[in-house]
């Protein structure tokens, strides 16, 4: 349990200063200040340590500080720390993109690097809507999103967020207005779906999508066949299918990317988080070559014109390439499937609890959603969880377990308790 602490300086000079990300500022408690982190363990500044349940908002699946990541950024600092990527390049780059192409479904063939999630969702957007005004179908500049689902934070994901519950509501009568659908559960859902898609599809670019599991939107699974029946639906409509793999992307799902086990190849798919290993900023949308031929001809207004200024930095591309080692070179695959079982065992007294609704699990991923949860609880929760020396965030309604892939068998059993013993208290 961290003891009470003095606050460092560094926090107490600048806290007056700072924004905080998703934060009333008002009514917030003070962020705990970090020294240190290893492993899947977070040093606070007195000393004390937590035991990391979401790996950094689900980015640091090696853990954090591992001997390879760090040698590998160290190696790249000493030639080339940042070059433009416009008119130059460099090896990290180009070895990323091949490595990239060689493991997501097969028919991806181009990576365009930028150096977020949210970014990467708004260049498929952007790449979509272009796509089909190249082919001279201006009309088709909509997308199609589903309800729960989160795209990042910029104009365009926020446009893809749930109007009635997402966390950009405020924002509705400012973004962008898109076809909002719920994901279906069965034939008949799916039948609903496929006769508004065959009304709309004329003005509809793409569709965008949380393969198998929506994250930030409350936890929310869906099966692999329901995800190919969606797909299916968009080739045969004309709609471009875009997979938001930012969060299930790199074996969070329990293979390396979700589309696989829905045996689908999308349009689009954008990369992020575990991209560099939680290691440095990076984000990647890659596309087919279909998609590509689409920006090819001899005029330039036809070219994809977009580029953020740290586009493919050889930092941040040889951290992924060092993360892709580790998939390579260390069972990833085997520690998620350990951590599934798992954390079904440990979470499964969960459902004998008054306030809990359910539970599930699908790779290295661990929710317990709550019948009832006001905000006051949801907090009330976050710092019950630090007393018992765990780092979890519950949001909405839903307490969840996102580790890193590395984590051992007994500390993985220390968030699970803590995750029992809270909700039983």
């Not at 993109?97 to 479904?105: E, G, H, K, M």
């Not at 496929?194 to 965008?208: D, N, Q």
């Not at 060092?322 to 499964?348: G, H, N, V, W």
Request: with cysteine; net charge neutral; hydrophobic share 45%.
């Amino acid at each position: 349990m961290p003891k009470p602490y003095k606050t460092p300086e560094w926090e107490t000079a600048g806290f007056n200063h700072i924004w905080l990300p998703y934060t009333q500022m008002q009514t917030a408690p003070l962020p705990l200040p970090v020294s240190s982190a290893s492993g899947v363990r977070i040093t606070l500044a007195d000393g004390s340590e937590l035991i990391d349940g979401i790996a950094s908002w689900w980015c640091a699946c090696h853990g954090y500080q591992h001997p390879h990541l760090t040698k590998q950024i160290s190696r790249q600092l000493d030639t080339l720390s940042h070059i433009m990527f416009a008119g130059l390049a460099h090896e990290q780059a180009y070895t990323l993109a091949r490595r990239l192409v060689s493991i997501t479904p097969k028919g991806l063939s181009r990576a365009f690097f930028s150096d977020s999630g949210s970014t990467a969702v708004e260049v498929a957007m952007k790449m979509a809507v272009q796509f089909w005004s190249n082919r001279q179908e201006p009309d088709k500049r909509k997308f199609i999103c589903f309800r729960n689902g989160y795209h990042g934070d910029t104009m365009g994901g926020m446009s893809l967020a749930d109007p009635e519950t997402g966390m950009h509501r405020a924002l509705n009568r400012y973004v962008p207005k898109q076809y909002v659908f719920d994901i279906p559960n069965n034939g008949t859902d799916l039948a609903a779906l496929a006769k508004s898609l065959k009304e709309i599809r004329e003005t509809v670019a793409g569709l965008v999508i949380e393969p198998l599991i929506q994250a930030a939107g409350g936890m929310k699974f869906h099966s692999p066949q329901m995800l190919a029946e969606i797909h299916r639906l968009c080739k045969q409509h004309r709609i471009l299918f875009i997979a938001d793999e930012i969060a299930t992307g790199f074996g969070r799902t329990g293979a390396m990317f979700a589309c696989l086990e829905a045996d689908i190849t999308p349009d689009m798919m954008c990369l992020g988080k575990a991209l560099t290993g939680g290691m440095i900023g990076l984000a990647a949308t890659l596309a087919t070559e279909e998609v590509f031929a689409g920006f090819l001809s001899d005029r330039l207004e036809t070219a994809l014109m977009h580029g953020p200024t740290f586009m493919a930095n050889p930092l941040a591309c040889a951290a992924a390439n060092a993360s892709l080692d580790l998939f390579e070179q260390e069972p990833r695959i085997a520690q998620i499937r350990a951590i599934e079982t798992q954390l079904q065992e440990e979470l499964r007294p969960c459902h004998r609890l008054k306030n809990v609704a359910d539970v599930r699990v699908k790779g290295a991923i661990g929710v317990v959603q709550l019948s009832n949860a006001s905000g006051e609880y949801i907090l009330a929760l976050r710092q019950r969880f630090i007393e018992e020396g765990v780092w979890l965030r519950p949001f909405s309604d839903v307490v969840y377990i996102m580790p890193a892939f590395t984590i051992a068998t007994a500390e993985l059993t220390r968030l699970t308790d803590a995750v029992f013993k809270a909700l039983a208290a």
